[in-house]
């Protein structure tokens, strides 16, 4: 499996706190991804980046924010959290587009 | 921005028989195919994937073919057996979104003994 670390693993926590959920990887692989997965909807990319401080949004950027300060890791940031962001988060690497794209295991949000 | 259709959403087979799970795309831009299996509380894992200068690709059980014009592409699965039992994603790529893949719905495979 490649080497991705997604923490924290599962979380709950409550309306209105912030949250940063983090993404580490060992592949030096310059693309990395943050998706959500709803049911019925698959995987909706939310932001991804294309090297250190280089990130654009995605499908389902809003309420979100990323930084990538170094190669190895990714940030996603619930600035003010709400019970519509209660997902499964997957952070996923590869070195250029159109490349497969490997996950990691996974972070599970819950927002009461 | 690119859609991807994905049937159907469950699927239930006998044992030894074949699956086929179909998608469609809008944006005739799309490039590249990949293929999804996910296991219950796993991580998504890539199975196959197509790009669009070929028709089909095969690897053992599993086989992905795409039709440009139609704007389709299909998964298939022969010989199935209880371990195929997943959801299965298909996704697309396109260079008029900056080639970020778009996923479909997903279909829930059930494989009984």
């Known amino acids: 499996d490649a080497g991705i670390t997604q923490s924290p693993r599962h979380k709950v926590t409550e309306t209105g706190t912030p949250v940063t959920l983090r993404c580490h990887q060992t592949?030096?692989?310059?693309?990395m991804y943050w998706y959500r997965q709803d049911p019925g909807h698959g995987l909706r990319l939310i932001h991804y980046?294309?090297?250190?401080?280089?990130?654009d949004k995605g499908e389902v950027s809003d309420g979100y924010s990323v930084s990538r300060s170094k190669t190895e890791d990714f940030l996603l940031t619930l600035e003010s959290a709400t019970s519509s962001q209660t997902s499964v988060y997957f952070c996923?690497?590869?070195?250029?587009?159109?490349?497969?794209?490997?996950f990691g295991d996974g972070t599970r949000l819950s927002i009461l | 921005g690119e859609n991807v259709e994905q049937h159907p959403s469950t699927l239930s087979v006998q044992e030894g028989d074949s699956a086929v799970i179909k998608c469609t795309y809008s944006?005739?831009?799309?490039?590249?195919f990949p293929w999804y299996k996910q296991e219950l509380g796993k991580r998504p894992q890539l199975i196959i994937d197509?790009?669009?200068?070929?028709g089909e690709k095969k690897d053992q059980r599993i086989a992905v073919t795409l039709n440009k014009t139609a704007k389709h592409f299909s998964l298939h699965i022969t010989e199935t057996q209880p371990e195929d039992s997943a959801v299965y994603f298909c996704?697309?790529?396109?260079?008029?979104?900056?080639?970020?893949?778009?996923f479909g719905g997903g279909t829930r495979l059930m494989v009984k003994p």
């Open positions: 996923a690497i590869n070195n250029s587009p159109n490349q497969p794209q490997h």
């Open positions: 592949e030096n692989h310059r693309y």
């Open positions: 980046s294309y090297g250190v401080k280089d990130t």
């Open positions: 944006d005739s831009a799309s490039n590249y």
């Open positions: 197509i790009r669009s200068n070929v």
């Open positions: 996704a697309a790529s396109t260079v008029n979104a900056g080639n970020m893949l778009t």
